[in-house]
């Protein structure tokens, strides 16, 4: 599994129509994105021109919705008016196939005016005939199991006080109206939630299924409130809810994994649909529908990245963006280091490490379809459209890549496992994984010797209520599970439990490892900082170090200066030279 070593011991408004991405795929179609950019920002102002004279085009209307609306109001020209006269313009109605994914995350859509936003941000690129997928609005999915987790406790009667379930209903209904819609569009939803609440209050009980249904109001009241939007400024729009057009997952509620049926059922579904009566389709991410309980299942947080790039693959699309409150994919997360930069280019493979290994910028799913139907992804920043972001793709120019990107997993548990030789070392490392299978534990990093073993623990992994922030599960309960896990495997080895570790991990070229690791341990080493365990993934993109969480977040800062502020470059043209 792994070579390793143990050691010892402000949004921007969006008043131009943004640039488009930078060119992808084949020469054609990077002749005809390439040269849009600056063109398309041109346009707009003739568009605005035109707008005046009373003429009408479609990115007026992303202008319009854009702007708020207000001022096409002011005009007397409803955002609406002007929005019918491009149905031609985004493939509503003509006979074109679906061409990209568009997902926008919780944070780009968390509120009427960033709704407006984003309705505009699609309407500037009338040439594209998207498929839209929707997180729920802001913080919605964290205020649901708040809410849950409060009404088991709290009785029938007391459920309407609820703090989590009345911020969740004002922030719904202030987004309606603000947006001019009826009630009617989330009524039923809001109904059926207190229901759904009174019920979790009565039977005092809040299973991982009724957990993911719980959840799955949020995504199913924004797609909503966003498809009506679209429809009330005159553009063609179709609500789906992914569970009912063929998202068919395990039955893993909480962090359920696509099947392979869900493929051609869905491309069935929103392909025919688009065929049939073109309308853009708005769908719910993060949900689907288990194969055996046919109950409503979640894909793990962050999950709508997963439902994005199972629809570009599903369709065979041509791109798949994933809009997100940042600049794209960024050097280390920009919460703990603010001097993170963006990260133009990614491979899937460097992706899929970053986002396992704990960047949460992406679900660590989710570039397995992407990478499987060889689609590019691209992240992008809804508050500031103009920015390039990164692009994903299965190949990129490594030759002047050392590091790509620095993550950090915290609150992670070490175990070292050392065989009272009761076993064969076959036997040995045999029996300790199937007891991590048989207590559904993910192992992160695993470093071995003949008759010892250490593994880190994925810290979402060990207790069961995963879908609640990993610092807010109670302490208790993350130790009544790992208890466990020590007295299975005390049962053939001598068990020391390390808690409060966190994994740094390495993402860069597979080719430069030695120059990473020489660099990192030369920092670590000028931090007085004693790394713990070392492991390197087989596909060597990623290597990681285990240090105290105490003094991670310090290694972050000093790693990222040495490799991204400090010019490592230089070294390596020394090497390249030195070597030729
Ligand atoms: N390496 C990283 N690059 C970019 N963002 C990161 C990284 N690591 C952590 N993040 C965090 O991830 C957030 C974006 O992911 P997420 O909240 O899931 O977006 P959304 O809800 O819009 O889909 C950013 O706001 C940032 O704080
Ligand atoms: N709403 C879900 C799914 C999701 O993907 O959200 P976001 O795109 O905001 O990370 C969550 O909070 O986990």
Redesign the pocket.
Same mark, same amino acid.
Not at 103 to 108: A, I, M, R
Not at 322 to 326: F, G, H, L, M, Y
């Given at each position: 599994m792994a070579i390793a070593l143990r050691f010892a011991a402000a949004p921007l408004r969006l008043r131009l129509v943004s640039p488009a991405p930078p060119a992808i795929g084949g020469a054609g179609d990077g002749g005809r994105r390439g040269g849009g950019g600056a063109a398309r920002i041109g346009v707009l102002g003739r568009a605005r021109c035109r707008r005046r004279r009373g003429g009408g085009g479609r990115l007026e209307v992303a202008a319009a919705a854009a702007d708020d609306s207000a001022r096409c109001r002011a005009k007397g020209v409803g955002a609406a008016a002007a929005a019918a006269e491009t149905l031609g313009g985004i493939g509503v109605g003509g006979g074109d196939q679906l061409s990209v994914v568009m997902?926008?995350?919780?944070?780009?859509v968390s509120s009427a005016a960033r709704m407006r936003e984003v309705a505009g941000l699609i309407l500037a690129f009338p040439e594209e005939r998207p498929v839209v997928v929707l997180?729920a609005m802001g913080k919605t999915t964290n205020l649901l199991l708040l809410a849950g987790e409060k009404a088991v406790g709290c009785g029938v009667i007391r459920v309407s006080e609820i703090e989590e379930w009345n911020l969740i209903k004002d922030l719904h209904i202030k987004t309606v109206e603000e947006l001019a819609l009826p009630r009617s569009v989330i009524h039923t939803m809001l109904d059926e939630l207190e229901q759904l609440l009174k019920g979790i209050a009565m039977m005092k009980e809040l299973t991982l299924r009724t957990t993911d249904y719980l959840v799955s109001f949020g995504e199913c009241m924004s797609t909503r409130i966003f498809a009506a939007y679209l429809n009330k400024i005159g553009v063609k729009a179709r609500q789906y809810d992914a569970f009912d057009i063929g998202f068919i997952t395990t039955d893993d509620f909480g962090n359920a994994d696509i099947l392979e049926a869900t493929y051609p059922a869905v491309a069935k579904r929103l392909h025919g649909d688009w065929i049939r009566d073109p309308a853009i389709p708005i769908v719910t991410g993060f949900l689907g529908k288990g194969w055996k309980s046919g109950a409503v299942t979640t894909l793990g947080r962050?999950g709508?990245?997963l439902t994005a790039t199972t629809i570009g693959k599903a369709l065979g699309l041509r791109e798949i963006q =994933?809009?997100?409150?940042?600049d794209?994919?960024?050097?280390?997360?920009?919460?703990i280091y603010p001097n993170?930069t963006t990260v133009p280019y990614l491979t899937f493979e460097e992706a899929a490490e970053?986002a396992y290994f704990g960047?949460?910028?992406l679900h660590p799913q989710s570039m397995r379809p992407a990478r499987e139907g060889d689609i590019p992804v691209r992240v992008k920043n809804s508050y500031n459209p103009k920015a390039p972001g990164t692009l994903i793709t299965k190949q990129r120019e490594m030759d002047k890549v050392v590091l790509t990107?620095i =993550?950090l997993k915290s609150n992670v548990t070490m175990l070292d496992i050392v065989s009272t030789r009761m076993l064969g070392q076959f036997g040995f490392l045999a029996k300790v994984f199937s007891i991590f299978e048989d207590l559904g534990i993910s192992v992160d990093c695993v470093a071995t010797s003949e008759v010892s073993i250490s593994v880190s623990l994925d810290p979402s992994k060990i207790w069961s209520r995963e879908l609640i922030q990993q610092a807010s599960a109670p302490i208790y309960m993350q130790n009544q599970e790992l208890d466990h896990v020590v007295e299975e495997l005390e049962k053939i080895a001598v068990v020391h439990l390390l808690q409060q570790r966190a994994i740094i991990s390495l993402i860069g070229n597979v080719r430069r490892s030695s120059l990473i690791l020489e660099k990192a341990f030369q920092v670590l080493r000028k931090s007085g900082v004693n790394v713990q365990m070392i492991s390197q993934g087989a596909s060597k993109v990623n290597m990681s170090l285990i240090v105290h969480d105490s003094e991670a977040k310090q290694c972050i800062k000093a790693l990222h200066q040495a490799f991204f502020e400090d010019d490592v470059l230089t070294e390596v043209e020394e090497e390249a030279l030195h070597m030729s």
């Open positions: 997902k926008f995350g919780g944070s780009s997180s962050g709508s990245d =994933v809009w997100k409150d940042v794209g994919v960024l050097t280390c997360d920009p919460n993170a970053l960047a949460q910028v990107s =993550v």
